[in-house]
């Protein structure tokens, strides 16, 4: 991120400073020391030597003076804490500079730092990165980001995957294995994610292996963070993109999007961002007699209000929301290319909303943070369940499935971190209430006269009220000089309350009301060692885990032996380096991991199409990962990603299969991913820039059983682009998979398919399209 001169609140109280005539990334480091801020970007200000400073003079003062005529500007991005980047310039951009890898601020572990400092496995997609590449969402920018895999269900419908630690290709009660948030706020439980758009973020965050001792459930196996841009105390600014594109076969789309920043009396600034896109449809289904069925719109915005009085505390308030809706589901079946023949059509809704309000302070002794958000999700999918039918009614023409949930979540978090010599701490309180109605029922549908009618033969109408109540904390420790060890743990006790009342045409009602509880401790270990080149080894042991819970629906009961289905655990072992060589023209992050999960949680379906979850056994993962980056030159660069696992299954639940194969549903043995970028300046203020992007999923199972079901993948994703921008213009030309790749991206669509007649998800075909910009 290329940030200007002072912009944000200055610090008020007077420090006395002593620096000595040095180079400007010392005296930076000597600045932050003195005053015991947190400073990241340092190396940003490698060029020149500052004439020193001596005297009490505030914050903002100090680094004015000390930074006068260097080729670097700084910026107050949180209390406590400031950010060094390059100064920007009026006049042509210069050519990118020879180091590769820039020091930029993350949030993961809950504090500002810069990842190749941390003995945690992080990638980032800055904010420039995802406009170069044209990503508007995870799906997009998981190019970017290692081990990050997306299941293919159609927009809105699918989970998140890190690291190939997939607990089965479905979506249901299970909590999801990777929590998404928005800043500091949850926003999924146990729902699809919501695949917000990437519109105005200041980057997004991957934070891999489990993070349950700072986030808790949810989090086994990572954390996927948007982090938005926040209002800028002084500086007006606005910006508007336009895209359209054509898809081969199929219709036009398009999408708009903008933000405006408001400076609101030196003290507050507003920032409104929104947003309206449609994919135009390119499946079609003979037997309705539709073309392009798949259409998906979505439209949402987002309002932050910034109020920062002084450089002690600030409050963040954020108003954000986003409707997702396709007209019909995305998946065909073999041999009938981008066709298919269904009875009705099949939509899918995803809408999410929230309310979130962050406050935080910082003092010579630490930081606070406190954010509490509100979250509201509804989501829901209309099945065509004709070929299940007769096991819910004697008489009808069609059938169909409604499943829907509106989630509501009440999140709060606080804690407080601070440092004292080579002793760093965090401690935390987080709580957590969330409510669920899913009311799902199955429709016979008969035609009278030209009316069609609904009647519903089966429902089930169930509610979830979920607790989760805990105490975290962390401390490292540099007990010699270049290492640090850091000991951490999370105590946690969950509830769950669940009642169902299920009516059936053909079987007796049943209800039942139950509560169970889960409790325990999650553990982190690690050890690291900066080198004096400054790069980094470490190893981590860490925890992970999901609450149990409880099973309903179906018109006839479950076996008693299934339900319940218990909690599982993830113990994870990890070695890691984060090096630079070449002059930081190459940088290398690369880990082995061991995990050892245990009763593995997993969503399934009955033979009718309704829905439950098991515990299908145990696993143990064995993996390697690797980022690479390199800088050719000053124009041009390339970032490769690569993972590769291998899978060993044991104990499976004999009530749920009596043998599991080695391998884990939806999770392929490798992965990858590359970028490759060149720029250079072509004609006054105007840059050329090229990009090409391609990421391989492996082959890999669609169920758990070691029979000959549905396999999936093995194919190639890619993208080009070109863009020419000059100053606050631009227009980038894109086309996606430009060879016209068919791919099976997931070999699964509808739940009400008991002769598992083969489903397959098209790759999108060939796709021109074209995007223009304007900022102020």
């Known amino acids: 991120m290329v940030l200007g001169l002072p912009g944000a609140a200055q610090a008020q109280a007077l420090v006395r400073f002593h620096i000595e005539p040095k180079r400007y990334s010392e005296a930076l480091l000597d600045l932050a020391q003195q005053a015991n801020i947190t400073l990241v970007g340092a190396r940003a200000c490698d060029g020149g030597v500052t004439s020193g400073l001596t005297g009490a003079y505030t914050v903002g003062q100090a680094l004015d003076r000390l930074l006068d005529g260097a080729p670097c500007g700084w910026r107050l991005v949180a209390p406590g804490t400031v950010e060094i980047a390059p100064r920007v310039r009026a006049a042509p951009r210069p050519p990118p500079p020879p180091a590769l890898v820039s020091e930029l601020l993350?949030?993961?572990?809950?504090?500002?730092?810069?990842?190749?400092?941390?003995?945690?496995?992080?990638?980032?997609?800055?904010?420039?990165?995802?406009?170069?590449?044209?990503?508007?969402?995870?799906?997009?920018?998981?190019?970017?980001?290692?081990?990050?895999?997306?299941?293919?269900?159609?927009?809105?419908?699918?989970?998140?995957?890190?690291?190939?630690?997939?607990?089965?290709?479905?979506?249901?009660?299970?909590?999801?294995?990777?929590?998404?948030?928005l800043d500091e706020i949850p926003l999924n439980y146990n729902a699809p994610d919501p695949d917000l758009r990437l519109v105005d973020v200041e980057r997004v965050e991957v934070a891999r292996g489990p993070q349950g001792a700072l986030y808790g459930a949810g989090s086994l196996s990572g954390v996927y963070r948007i982090v938005t841009r926040k209002p800028d105390l002084h500086a007006l600014e606005a910006e508007i993109r336009a895209s359209a594109a054509t898809t081969s076969g199929g219709s036009p789309s398009g999408a708009a999007q903008g933000f405006v920043n408001l400076p609101l009396?030196?003290?507050?600034?507003?920032?409104?961002?929104?947003?309206?896109?449609?994919?135009?449809?390119?499946?079609?289904?003979?037997?309705?007699?539709?073309?392009?069925?798949?259409?998906?719109?979505?439209?949402?915005?987002?309002?932050?209000?910034?109020?920062?009085?002084?450089?002690?505390?600030?409050?963040?308030?954020?108003?954000?929301?986003?409707?997702?809706?396709?007209?019909d589901t995305h998946y065909t079946t073999p041999g009938q290319g981008l066709k298919r023949a269904n009875r009705i059509a099949e939509p899918h809704v995803n809408d999410i909303t929230l309310a979130t309000a962050t406050l935080r302070g910082h003092w010579n002794w630490g930081d606070f943070t406190s954010s509490t958000g509100f979250v509201r999700h509804a989501y829901g999918s209309f099945y065509d369940a004709t070929k299940v039918q007769n096991r819910y009614t004697n008489f009808a023409q069609t059938s169909a499935y409604s499943e829907r949930s509106r989630t509501k979540m009440l999140v709060h978090d606080m804690f407080v971190s601070g440092e004292e010599g080579p002793v760093e701490w965090l401690v935390g309180l987080y709580g957590s209430r969330t409510s669920a109605h899913s009311p799902n029922e199955l429709l016979a549908q008969n035609t009278v006269g030209t009316v069609r009618v609904d009647v519903p033969v089966y429902s089930d109408d169930r509610r979830d009220r979920f607790q989760e109540l805990a105490a975290y904390g962390e401390a490292s420790y540099e007990f010699a000089p270049g290492w640090t060890a850091a000991l951490?743990?999370?105590?946690?006790?969950h509830r769950t309350r669940t009642s169902s009342r299920v009516i059936s045409e053909l079987f007796a009602p049943r209800s039942f009301d139950r509560e169970v509880e889960f409790e325990g401790f999650s553990p982190k270990l690690s050890v690291q060692r900066e080198l004096?080149?400054?790069?980094?080894?470490?190893?981590?042991?860490?925890?992970?885990?999901?609450?149990?819970?409880?099973?309903?629906?179906?018109?006839?009961?479950?076996?008693?032996e299934r339900e319940l289905f218990r909690p599982d655990r993830l113990?994870?072992?990890?070695?890691?380096?984060?090096?630079?060589?070449?002059?930081?023209?190459?940088?290398?992050?690369?880990?082995?991991?061991?995990?050892?999960?245990?009763?593995?949680?997993?969503?399934?379906?009955?033979?009718?199409?309704?829905?439950?979850?098991?515990?299908?056994g145990d696993a143990r993962v064995l993996g390697l990962e690797t980022e690479l980056a390199f800088r050719w030159t000053d124009n041009l660069q390339a970032q490769v990603n690569g993972r590769l696992s291998h899978v060993k299954t044991s104990h499976p639940n004999p009530n749920f299969a009596p043998r599991l194969v080695d391998e884990l549903p939806g999770a392929p043995p490798f992965s990858g991913g590359m970028v490759v970028s060149y720029e250079r300046p072509v004609s006054g203020d105007w840059l050329l820039r090229l990009t090409g992007e391609a990421a391989y999923v492996g082959r890999s199972r669609?169920?758990?059983?070691?029979?000959?079901?549905?396999?999936?993948?093995?194919y190639l994703r890619t993208r080009l682009l070109a863009e020419v921008s000059a100053r606050n213009v631009g227009l980038q030309v894109f086309v996606a998979n430009p060879t016209d790749a068919f791919g099976d991206t997931f070999a699964f669509g509808n739940p009400f398919n008991p002769d598992q007649t083969q489903q397959i998800t098209p790759q999108r075909p060939r796709t021109f399209g074209v995007t223009v910009y304007a900022s102020y």
């Open 571 to 616: 113990r994870h072992f990890e070695v890691g380096a984060k090096l630079e060589t070449m002059d930081r023209r190459l940088a290398v992050n690369s880990a082995v991991f061991y995990d050892i999960w245990r009763d593995i949680q997993t969503d399934q379906f009955r033979p009718s199409g309704i829905p439950y979850t098991t515990n299908a």
């Open 265 to 327: 009396w030196g003290v507050a600034g507003l920032r409104a961002s929104g947003y309206r896109e449609v994919q135009g449809g390119h499946l079609d289904d003979t037997n309705l007699g539709r073309k392009d069925v798949d259409r998906t719109e979505r439209r949402g915005g987002r309002v932050s209000l910034l109020v920062q009085p002084n450089d002690t505390w600030s409050l963040t308030v954020t108003g954000a929301g986003q409707h997702l809706r396709s007209d």
């Open 702 to 714: 669609l169920t758990w059983e070691p029979s000959d079901g549905p396999k999936m993948g093995g």
């Open 106 to 181: 993350v949030t993961a572990t809950k504090r500002a730092r810069n990842p190749r400092e941390l003995a945690v496995a992080i990638s980032t997609a800055p904010r420039r990165d995802l406009e170069a590449t044209g990503a508007t969402d995870i799906g997009d920018a998981a190019t970017q980001l290692a081990g990050v895999l997306a299941t293919n269900l159609g927009p809105g419908r699918n989970k998140l995957l890190l690291r190939g630690l997939s607990d089965g290709a479905y979506t249901g009660r299970t909590r999801s294995t990777v929590a998404t948030y």
């Open 532 to 560: 004096a080149s400054g790069d980094l080894l470490y190893a981590v042991v860490s925890e992970g885990h999901r609450a149990g819970g409880i099973n309903s629906g179906g018109a006839q009961p479950l076996p008693v």
């Open 488 to 493: 951490g743990g999370r105590v946690f006790k």
